[in-house]
């Protein structure tokens, strides 16, 4: 199969329970994607609705109390979920990398920046010294860092916020990774330096030819980067399709109704309220039934009791509701 | 960094004056010299004279500037009870007393860095339950009564160790363990507490995703940032061991500036004593300065402040 070469990520099935002690948290539900070389994925939904776990599970960096389910989490053809733990450790940070959206924790306080860009590359290059500072100054320089050699001996503490997200994303890419999951990488700063960040994040995606998961819940951003969307929603992928198909026309009454919360210069009035939707995300503590979206949703039936079938347009646009188009 | 280690100094020189100034005067309070001098049983024209020939008539702030002035020139004074100079007498035993300090602080530190981190890593196991155990008992357990416990064990029992003395290394094992023992379950629960809190850091997980070994990510990244509070706990414990080694040296007989303080208290040796509370303030403050130069080194957020 020539085609399945060029797909980097493989996610069929995965699902990630959480033992608390009210019960069994259904993070993650049976979700499916995959991610091809050169391509940007957009993973989008609303705080707690799985982005973040689902990032974690495939980089196997879930906290303890968190198990992974999964038909297949593949990574090049490899099967993540049958790979130990030195094959993962081979494997991340080198051909697998993650970006963090904590830049002001995410580094370590006691050690150099050089010192922690270095290690990653001469850990699975077998590089030198010399060889992995020469990369790391050739990476700041790229991501836009002045005076990249001196940066080496700072501390994390001796940065911007801005500069810290810089030296995250150079970190990301020293082993010239094939896929890149970046988790919301702008939400904790300045929207200048958001905007900068993600120009940035793309320029690089595309010269080097990276697959991307991009996790955020800003569609702005989505709209602007993205080669296709997954919108989650209470641990689910409710909808899914290349971008321009699924801004022009949602077809779940959720996307629906996040996009008409995006305020639109001209269209929205200036002191006018802003688009809502109603209600509030069901707990997924023990078994969760049905369609998740239907107590917020206008067009719920009683049908919304059983779990919803998942349609699917020609062009790859899926969707998991009984309405075959709910506008 | 050079400026900030002379502010450092200047302040222990003056926390040594104030030490010995207290000493001073909580000592003469405790009880007349003179008697002390002029020993048990002897008369009141005596210790009269004893007074006047060594200026104790005179006022206590007198007394300390005089003495002051001679302990800044190098002379401490004589030892009522042993009637030689205190300087050689003093300075004779504070090897053996730093010998078992550092002993013991390396033990508790060899003994509670790997119990610490495995405790952490496996916290709520039968790991960390274990480590819990064997800190409780060292906290619980007085250290005379565990050093007499060893003596029973290795010494009458087993008879591998010599009960008492200070001759051979043999004779610095039993007291390194008492001694050790008593400190390390402070160190333990500080570095477990630490670790715990440190592995939940983003920048642990930064550092897994980099594909780092398990070993990197613990010994690396995780306990250098865990250690830097264990650091400013170790100057503090050494203030203890000097205290714990008054104890332990009296029990073991071991022939340090403990067994010499316990002693010069005993016979009411004020001049050596007024020396030793000097001598173990002025290491304790250096050793408060070594340990913040120590954190600085770790920590480089503080070097800045």
């Given at each position: 199969m020539a085609h399945s070469s060029d797909i980097v990520l493989e996610v069929d099935g995965l699902s990630v329970d959480i033992a608390t002690p009210g019960g069994t948290l259904h993070a993650v539900r049976d979700i499916s994607f995959s991610v091809k070389r050169g391509e940007t994925l957009c993973l989008v939904g609303e705080s707690g609705c799985g982005k973040s776990m689902t990032s974690l599970a495939i980089m196997d960096l879930l906290p303890k109390a968190a198990k992974k389910t999964a038909r297949r989490l593949a990574f090049a053809g490899e099967d993540l979920s049958r790979a130990g733990r030195s094959r993962i450790n081979a494997l991340r940070g080198n051909r697998m990398s993650m970006i963090f959206q904590e830049p002001m924790t995410a580094?370590?306080?006691?050690?150099t920046i050089g010192n922690q860009l270095v290690e990653a590359y001469r850990l699975h290059k077998r590089a030198s010294e010399a060889e992995a500072r020469e990369r790391a100054v050739f990476l700041l320089g790229k991501v836009g860092i002045a005076n990249a050699a001196e940066r080496l001996?700072?501390?994390?503490?001796?940065?911007s916020g801005g500069l810290r997200q810089r030296v995250m994303i150079a970190m990301a890419l020293m082993c010239g990774p094939e896929l890149l999951i970046a988790d919301e990488p702008t939400t904790a700063l300045d929207v200048t330096i958001q905007a900068q960040i993600l120009r940035l994040l793309v320029d690089l995606q595309n010269e080097l030819g990276i697959a991307m998961v991009l996790i955020t819940h800003d569609l702005g951003i989505v709209a602007r980067i993205a080669d296709r969307v997954a919108v989650m929603y209470a641990g689910q992928i409710v909808e899914e399709g290349p971008t321009a198909s699924l801004f022009n026309a949602p077809r779940h009454p959720y996307t629906q109704g996040l996009i008409a919360c995006i305020p639109v210069p001209g269209r929205t009035e200036p002191g006018g309220r802003l688009g809502v939707i109603p209600g509030v995300v069901p707990s997924l503590v023990g078994e969760v039934r049905g369609c998740s979206f239907r107590d917020r949703c206008?067009?719920?039936?009683?049908?919304?009791l059983d779990a919803p079938p998942v349609r699917e347009t020609a062009d790859g646009h899926r969707w998991r509701c009984i309405l075959e188009n709910a506008a | 960094m050079i400026g900030y280690i002379l502010k450092r100094l200047g302040l222990a020189v003056l926390v040594a004056l104030a030490v010995s100034a207290i000493a001073f005067f909580l000592l003469r309070m405790s009880g007349d010299i003179a008697i002390a001098i002029a020993?048990?049983?002897?008369r009141q024209e005596d210790i009269e004279l004893v007074r006047r020939t060594y200026g104790l008539d005179r006022p206590l702030l007198v007394q300390y500037a005089e003495w002051l002035w001679n302990t800044l020139r190098g002379d401490f004074g004589t030892s009522i009870y042993f009637k030689t100079a205190v300087a050689p007498l003093v300075f004779a035993k504070l090897p053996t007393t730093l010998l078992l300090g550092v002993l013991s602080l390396g033990f508790a530190l060899l003994v509670s860095i790997p119990l610490g981190v495995l405790a952490a890593v496996y916290a709520n196991s039968w790991i960390d339950r274990l480590a819990l155990a064997i800190a409780v008992v060292g906290q619980a357990l007085p250290n005379f009564f565990f050093a007499l416990l060893l003596v029973m064990l290795?010494?009458?029992?087993?008879?591998?160790?010599?009960?008492?003395?200070?001759?051979?290394?043999?004779?610095?094992i039993m007291p390194t363990i008492a001694l050790g023992y008593y400190v390390a379950p402070a160190f333990m629960r500080l570095i477990r507490a630490g670790m715990i809190e440190v592995l939940s850091a983003d920048y642990i997980r930064t550092a897994r995703a980099k594909g780092l070994p398990t070993r990197t990510v613990i010994f690396k990244h995780a306990l250098r940032n865990a250690v830097v509070p264990v650091v400013a706990l170790t100057a503090v414990q050494l203030g203890f061991l000097l205290g714990g080694s008054v104890v332990i040296e009296t029990i073991f007989a071991l022939d340090g500036l403990g067994y010499l303080a316990y002693q010069s208290i005993t016979y009411k040796d004020f001049p050596v004593m007024q020396v030793i509370v000097l001598l173990l303030s002025v290491l304790y403050v250096l050793l408060t300065l070594a340990a913040d130069i120590a954190n600085a080194w770790l920590d480089p957020r503080i070097r800045v402040a």
């Amino acid at each position: 199969m020539a085609h399945s070469s060029d797909i980097v990520l493989e996610v069929d099935g995965l699902s990630v329970d959480i033992a608390t002690p009210g019960g069994t948290l259904h993070a993650v539900r049976d979700i499916s994607f995959s991610v091809k070389r050169g391509e940007t994925l957009c993973l989008v939904g609303e705080s707690g609705c799985g982005k973040s776990m689902t990032s974690l599970a495939i980089m196997d960096l879930l906290p303890k109390a968190a198990k992974k389910t999964a038909r297949r989490l593949a990574f090049a053809g490899e099967d993540l979920s049958r790979a130990g733990r030195s094959r993962i450790n081979a494997l991340r940070g080198n051909r697998m990398s993650m970006i963090f959206q904590e830049p002001m924790t995410a580094l370590n306080p006691a050690y150099t920046i050089g010192n922690q860009l270095v290690e990653a590359y001469r850990l699975h290059k077998r590089a030198s010294e010399a060889e992995a500072r020469e990369r790391a100054v050739f990476l700041l320089g790229k991501v836009g860092i002045a005076n990249a050699a001196e940066r080496l001996g700072q501390y994390p503490h001796q940065l911007s916020g801005g500069l810290r997200q810089r030296v995250m994303i150079a970190m990301a890419l020293m082993c010239g990774p094939e896929l890149l999951i970046a988790d919301e990488p702008t939400t904790a700063l300045d929207v200048t330096i958001q905007a900068q960040i993600l120009r940035l994040l793309v320029d690089l995606q595309n010269e080097l030819g990276i697959a991307m998961v991009l996790i955020t819940h800003d569609l702005g951003i989505v709209a602007r980067i993205a080669d296709r969307v997954a919108v989650m929603y209470a641990g689910q992928i409710v909808e899914e399709g290349p971008t321009a198909s699924l801004f022009n026309a949602p077809r779940h009454p959720y996307t629906q109704g996040l996009i008409a919360c995006i305020p639109v210069p001209g269209r929205t009035e200036p002191g006018g309220r802003l688009g809502v939707i109603p209600g509030v995300v069901p707990s997924l503590v023990g078994e969760v039934r049905g369609c998740s979206f239907r107590d917020r949703c206008g067009k719920a039936t009683p049908a919304c009791l059983d779990a919803p079938p998942v349609r699917e347009t020609a062009d790859g646009h899926r969707w998991r509701c009984i309405l075959e188009n709910a506008a | 960094m050079i400026g900030y280690i002379l502010k450092r100094l200047g302040l222990a020189v003056l926390v040594a004056l104030a030490v010995s100034a207290i000493a001073f005067f909580l000592l003469r309070m405790s009880g007349d010299i003179a008697i002390a001098i002029a020993g048990e049983g002897a008369r009141q024209e005596d210790i009269e004279l004893v007074r006047r020939t060594y200026g104790l008539d005179r006022p206590l702030l007198v007394q300390y500037a005089e003495w002051l002035w001679n302990t800044l020139r190098g002379d401490f004074g004589t030892s009522i009870y042993f009637k030689t100079a205190v300087a050689p007498l003093v300075f004779a035993k504070l090897p053996t007393t730093l010998l078992l300090g550092v002993l013991s602080l390396g033990f508790a530190l060899l003994v509670s860095i790997p119990l610490g981190v495995l405790a952490a890593v496996y916290a709520n196991s039968w790991i960390d339950r274990l480590a819990l155990a064997i800190a409780v008992v060292g906290q619980a357990l007085p250290n005379f009564f565990f050093a007499l416990l060893l003596v029973m064990l290795f010494s009458i029992t087993l008879r591998w160790l010599p009960v008492s003395g200070s001759k051979t290394w043999a004779h610095f094992i039993m007291p390194t363990i008492a001694l050790g023992y008593y400190v390390a379950p402070a160190f333990m629960r500080l570095i477990r507490a630490g670790m715990i809190e440190v592995l939940s850091a983003d920048y642990i997980r930064t550092a897994r995703a980099k594909g780092l070994p398990t070993r990197t990510v613990i010994f690396k990244h995780a306990l250098r940032n865990a250690v830097v509070p264990v650091v400013a706990l170790t100057a503090v414990q050494l203030g203890f061991l000097l205290g714990g080694s008054v104890v332990i040296e009296t029990i073991f007989a071991l022939d340090g500036l403990g067994y010499l303080a316990y002693q010069s208290i005993t016979y009411k040796d004020f001049p050596v004593m007024q020396v030793i509370v000097l001598l173990l303030s002025v290491l304790y403050v250096l050793l408060t300065l070594a340990a913040d130069i120590a954190n600085a080194w770790l920590d480089p957020r503080i070097r800045v402040a």
